[in-house]
């Protein structure tokens, strides 16, 4: 194995799996462990396409002991944290993400805390590297918050993970106790791709349409928060767009923009142009990253999308599509190279700066 | 009014309008014509945002004798065929574009028929200058199909209409008996937005909001033809996307293509990266057009997006959005111009070019 990095890096976007639901029982209730036991857990991505599975891990992050990828924490700190000198890694889960898209409020909010204390117990407290982002039941935003209130002072929790499908675009004012509880503590929402039902078409038939869907629920989301004044009624609200794209953010804010001079007597409440809320409250990470020719592309784009100020590294360690810190970017300034990989994560995530490196060498 | 412009255009997205369902009576029998009477039309947006209506068309565009903006030839003649020179219209209908969204295929079927015809009588055999876009039941393909070969001949069709919105996504199989037809008589599909329903993340609030969807509605048309393979089964079929923007396209197709690289394996039927089929079938019109500045942005993105093949001009005349051709786009190389203005619509909707200029000058 090669040397680690020199330069530390900030990845927001890490994914960590239980070795199964039982995991989770020492943190559930007797009739909640019952519903388990007889009905599964009740998660799913909803539809049956073919992704997941051996399919959405990456070949080698497998543990020797027959258990899922993503479920053990040597594996992730040898093969990932110290490989890449990962001062900061942001654990975004993966088999529990669907919880707001669960039926019964309660027992969601049930399982969003007992996921989240695992996560604290199991890893977040295992290795200071990590933190995390807490699921909550965004279905019932009255009990989201208080899981919010309960977990949010921990300081391994430095954000809340809501998924990208949703009953309702998060600007909508139903989310208010979420984000008032969000603003109360200064922790940021992460938005991750997953639980999107079918398109506003129709059901698409593959994953790799499924795929390009992911922008069009952040654009959803995007409009919903700008129009519905959100960031007038929380100037200090946050928000950051895990793994769903990134190069369609510049058309997609200057479309906004000239439909806003046309039809803002509509929405008056949005006093100043779209993009200036976006490119202020708003983060998008970078995997997966488009592997643009010329490279000269991406820069512009990156330059319309002020990366230096809107964009965070993501590896999306150990799925499949994985994007190293060693290859998902083309050559950068010095200065953007560090915006990206770990000041921009730095300031939205309110991360404090190591004295010392964190990671002793491991030489090959 | 100023002298028309010397440079003839063809613009392919204008709307008419009956001046009341009572226009459409001698196309439709006795029984639809009751229903019509006692129950409307069932025709509607769906959803009641502030569109339409008096907002829907230029405050200009209204004809003195009281009824709904674009029912008047003459007006239309004057304020728009006349006074920019444009060689073709071509008309896209607008209360009759939702028909297929009705539940009742077989009334949908004798709408778009009658609409049909109205069309051809009224407006088409009216001025030479004029062509439509033939409603269809897409609902049912069959019956799509019957009309497609019925009224599709007529050298006044020159475009199969469907709306954005849809049951499912238009590269599934379920259209088949639809592109067979128009294959078999060389005629594109247009797509114009409307009829879109909620989006993927649950209704949105506000007019303006929905706007900002209608590009979400063409990238996944755009997804699910290309990856259900529809052109490598319908090599001549083309699409024409009016009124969802173009700016997105580019980083759209990029994306598409990176994925393809990696996830082939699930369509090996796609054999050619996505944007190849999108830049050999598909065509965009103009309006809206934003109007960036600096205007380099444009042309880097006109670039991008092979705007000249596949960016076609459309003023939406007469609604409230309208794009004048005098100002629509910024100043453009002589050859681009042409291109956008004529030369790719004469191409993709095989208009034959006149002998002489068509329009006599209307001095002011």
């Known amino acids: 194995m090669p040397a680690p990095r020199a330069e530390a890096i900030i990845d927001c976007d890490i994914h960590q799996q239980m070795t199964g639901p039982q995991d989770l029982y020492p943190y559930l209730s007797k009739a909640y462990q019952e519903r388990i036991r007889l009905f599964g857990?009740?998660?799913?991505?909803?539809?049956?396409?073919?992704?997941?599975?051996?399919?959405?891990?990456?070949?080698?992050?497998?543990?020797?002991?027959?258990?899922?990828?993503?479920?053990?924490?040597?594996?992730?700190?040898?093969?990932?944290?110290?490989?890449?000198?990962?001062?900061?890694g942001i654990l975004l889960g993966q088999e529990y993400r669907p919880i707001p898209t669960l039926p019964d409020a309660d027992y969601a909010a049930a399982l969003a805390r007992a996921y989240n204390d695992w996560m604290i117990e199991h890893w977040i407290m295992q290795d200071e590297r990590l933190k995390g982002a807490a699921i909550i039941p965004a279905q019932n935003p009255k009990l989201a918050a208080q899981e919010i209130e309960r977990i949010g002072p921990h300081p391994g929790i430095v954000g809340i993970l809501m998924p990208n499908?949703?009953?309702?675009?998060?600007?909508?004012?139903?989310?208010?106790?979420?984000?008032?509880?969000?603003?109360?503590?200064?922790?940021?929402i992460v938005l991750h791709t997953g639980s999107e039902g079918p398109g506003m078409n129709g059901q698409e038939s593959y994953y790799i349409e499924k795929r390009q869907q992911r922008s069009q629920g952040y654009m959803g989301h995007l409009a919903s928060m700008v129009f519905e004044g959100l960031f007038e009624r929380y100037p200090t609200l946050r928000f950051v767009f895990v793994e769903g794209g990134y190069i369609w953010l510049p058309t997609f804010l200057w479309h906004m923009d000239e439909d806003w001079k046309m039809l803002r007597s509509e929405t008056p409440w949005v006093t100043r142009p779209p993009s200036e809320y976006v490119f202020e409250h708003c983060r998008f990470t970078t995997q997966p990253m488009e592997q643009l020719e010329p490279k000269s592309r991406l820069l512009t784009i990156f330059a319309w999308a002020r990366a230096e100020q809107t964009l965070l590294f993501a590896s999306d360690y150990p799925h499949f599509d994985f994007d190293s810190p060693e290859q998902a970017?083309?050559?950068?300034?010095?200065?953007?190279?560090?915006?990206?990989?770990?000041?921009?994560?730095?300031?939205?995530?309110?991360?404090?700066?190591?004295?010392?490196?964190?990671?002793?060498?491991?030489?090959?």
């Open 41 to 88: 857990t009740g998660l799913s991505q909803r539809v049956g396409y073919p992704n997941g599975g051996d399919r959405g891990g990456r070949s080698d992050a497998w543990p020797s002991d027959g258990n899922p990828w993503g479920s053990d924490l040597r594996l992730m700190q040898e093969q990932h944290l110290d490989r890449y000198n990962v001062e900061y």
């Open 165 to 188: 499908g949703s009953r309702v675009p998060y600007g909508q004012r139903c989310y208010d106790p979420i984000y008032d509880a969000c603003v109360n503590l200064g922790l940021p």
């Open 329 to 364: 970017l083309p050559p950068l300034s010095d200065d953007l190279r560090r915006r990206i990989y770990s000041e921009n994560a730095r300031e939205c995530f309110n991360l404090p700066r190591h004295a010392a490196s964190m990671v002793a060498a491991t030489a090959d």
